[in-house]
């Protein structure tokens, strides 16, 4: 599993967004500023505070050390005794402030005097600070004296000390001093933890400042999002209210313009498309009054066709066949247009399948061409009329382009039933297999003069649709397969729904199989 696949499953979906959401990222780089700032001057302020508090302690105390040696060393006689040089550094020890002090001389190196022989002694000395306090330095103009004060800062123990030395004399004893830095450091330790409080809040403050900020910022932008969504819903009326004139007013003006666009677009299309349903609904209602007459006159002249002269009998067939052709076009025109105005709806009943496939088929004549194997007792309720088009479209069609034997099987799924309708044709071109529901499509485009208009399969997927239902097309091992799946119960009439009319025989429809 790769790190990508890893994140992904540790953080669902649904977290993922709301971490990358823009009021968290929002939120975290103010908290990240702030943080990064008050850790800044936090760590400054300390750092300097540190060394103040630490200067100011090491420099009193040195200072008070150098005043007191120099005070208690004139009365000290020369070639001091040990028990003299205690003295020595009690009396420096005990000028006020507190710190210890180890006295030594190189005369008695045995003795090592200590105002605290218990706590502190020569050994308790840095051996770099001895070595340096011991070393002289040059004497020239600007430095008149051998030896100097050192001092350096030491833990003993786990506790602070500043441990500062000095030679007396040349030949005079040396002084160290001890002074404990625990209150210095007990004073740091609060300060960082009031510099660690004033952080957190800080950082507490950042992110409701942020929030805030983030309210005030992402609330124009979930107005637009919200508007945005309406408007891909359908309500193109929707629009922002403009307030200010800062970048996120001039968005809101740009959207409101791209609606209003968007409106007036939409409208000049619906008008259109209005206009040519209308057209198509009243060219095919006013064809529908000759055509009557026509396919009357028709139906006599194809009765005495067998008595009329040779020679007119071919031209008598013909006008029959193209009028009855165009009568069903006009039909399917009409239940086109229906489908589209959304005026069609279903007269539901509850039938037995397999009936309804079997008047389909004796009602055309089909039964010695049609093999069918669909078991009794499948009840579903739809509209017998409708369902009789989507099944005389689909086996018509598997008759005319696939060839016999055309097999219609029927089973129940569930809550649906299946039908498949397969021939033993050559099967449907890759190519146009995505196209066999569009209208007026056929396979051989030169064809023109067929005898179907490339409606039939668009009428039957619309009535299928009305149903809740569907219909696919594939290529099975032999001939083409069309399967029609349906709810065993239809969908719930939409509002303003209003019966179709009839249709004509949509199976002498031929399309693009």
């Given at each position: 599993m790769t790190d990508h696949q890893t994140t992904a499953r540790r953080f669902p979906t649904g977290r993922w967004r709301r971490l990358r959401s823009l009021r968290v990222r929002l939120?975290?780089?103010?908290?990240?500023?702030?943080?990064?700032?008050?850790?800044?001057?936090?760590?400054?302020?300390?750092?300097?505070?540190?060394?103040?508090?630490?200067?100011?302690?090491?420099?009193?105390?040195?200072?008070?050390?150098?005043?007191?040696?120099?005070?208690?060393?004139?009365?000290?006689?020369?070639?001091?005794?040990?028990?003299?040089?205690?003295?020595?550094?009690?009396?420096?020890a005990s000028s006020g402030l507190t710190y210890d002090v180890v006295v030594v001389d190189p005369a008695h190196p045995e003795c090592s005097a200590s105002s605290d022989p218990a706590n502190f002694t020569l050994?308790?000395?840095?051996?770099?600070?001895?070595?340096?306090?011991?070393?002289?330095?040059?004497?020239?103009?600007?430095?008149?004296?051998?030896?100097?004060?050192?001092?350096?800062?030491?833990?003993?123990?786990?506790?602070?000390?500043?441990?500062?030395?000095?030679?007396?004399?040349?030949?005079?004893?040396?002084?160290?001093?001890?002074?404990?830095?625990?209150?210095?450091?007990?004073?740091?330790?609060?300060?960082?933890?009031s510099l660690a409080i004033a952080t957190l809040l800080a950082l507490i403050g950042s992110a409701?400042?942020?929030?805030?900020?983030?309210?005030?910022?992402l609330r124009p932008v979930k107005r637009?999002?919200?508007?945005?969504?309406?408007?891909?819903?359908?309500?193109?009326?929707?629009?922002?209210?403009?307030?200010?004139?800062d970048e996120l007013a001039d968005l809101a003006r740009t959207f409101n313009r791209a609606a209003e666009s968007l409106h007036e677009q939409v409208e000049e299309l619906s008008a259109r498309e209005a206009q040519s349903r209308r057209f198509v609904a009243d060219m095919s209602h006013e064809l529908r009054t000759p055509l009557?007459?026509?396919?009357?006159?028709?139906?006599?002249?194809?009765?005495?066709?067998?008595?009329?002269?040779?020679?007119?009998?071919?031209?008598?067939?013909?006008?029959?066949?193209?009028?009855?052709?165009?009568?069903?076009?006009?039909?399917?025109?009409?239940e086109v247009t229906r489908f589209d105005a959304g005026t069609a709806k279903l007269v539901a009943d509850e039938?037995?399948?397999?009936?309804?496939?079997?008047?389909?088929?004796?009602?055309?004549?089909?039964?010695?061409?049609?093999?069918?194997?669909?078991?009794?007792?499948?009840l579903a309720v739809v509209d017998p009329r409708r369902l009789d088009v989507v099944f005389a479209n689909l086996i018509g069609n598997a008759l005319k382009h696939g060839g016999s034997p055309v097999r219609v099987k029927v089973r129940q799924d569930g809550e649906s039933v299946v039908v498949?309708?397969?021939?033993?044709?050559?099967?449907?071109?890759?190519?146009?297999?995505?196209?066999?529901?569009?209208?007026?499509?056929?396979?051989?485009?030169?064809?023109?003069?067929s005898e179907g208009s490339g409606l039939g399969l668009s009428i039957a997927m619309a009535n299928a649709q009305i149903h809740g239902g569907t219909i696919t097309a594939?290529?099975?091992?032999?001939?083409?397969?069309?399967?029609?799946?349906?709810?065993?119960?239809p969908p719930p009439p939409s509002a303003g729904e209003a019966e179709g009319g009839p249709v004509g025989d949509a199976a002498e429809d031929k399309d693009a199989t």
């Open positions: 939120i975290a780089v103010f908290a990240a500023v702030a943080l990064l700032a008050a850790v800044s001057a936090s760590g400054i302020a300390y750092w300097l505070n540190r060394d103040a508090v630490l200067k100011r302690a090491q420099d009193t105390a040195l200072n008070d050390f150098r005043v007191s040696l120099t005070r208690n060393v004139s009365e000290l006689p020369l070639n001091a005794s040990c028990p003299e040089l205690a003295t020595l550094a009690s009396n420096v050994a308790d000395v840095p051996a770099a600070l001895q070595s340096t306090v011991a070393k002289p330095r040059e004497i020239t103009e600007n430095n008149p004296y051998p030896y100097h004060l050192y001092w350096q800062r030491q833990n003993l123990e786990g506790r602070p000390f500043v441990i500062g030395g000095t030679k007396v004399v040349p030949n005079g004893p040396t002084a160290y001093m001890f002074k404990s830095l625990e209150n210095e450091r007990a004073d740091l330790n609060t300060l960082g933890w409701l400042l942020a929030q805030a900020a983030s309210a005030t910022v637009l999002g919200d508007a945005a969504r309406r408007l891909g819903e359908g309500h193109l009326d929707t629009r922002l209210e403009v307030e200010g004139s009557t007459a026509m396919t009357a006159v028709t139906d006599i002249l194809e009765d005495e066709a067998e008595s009329l002269d040779p020679m007119i009998e071919p031209a008598v067939r013909l006008v029959v066949s193209e009028t009855r052709r165009l009568s069903d076009l006009v039909e399917n025109l009409m039938v037995d399948v397999a009936d309804l496939i079997m008047s389909c088929i004796d009602g055309r004549a089909w039964y010695d061409a049609v093999e069918l194997d669909a078991p009794r007792g499948i498949e309708v397969s021939d033993s044709g050559p099967g449907i071109p890759e190519d146009v297999l995505p196209h066999v529901f569009d209208r007026f499509y056929k396979a051989d485009r030169g064809r023109a003069r594939a290529n099975g091992e032999v001939g083409a397969v069309f399967t029609l799946t349906l709810p065993l119960a």
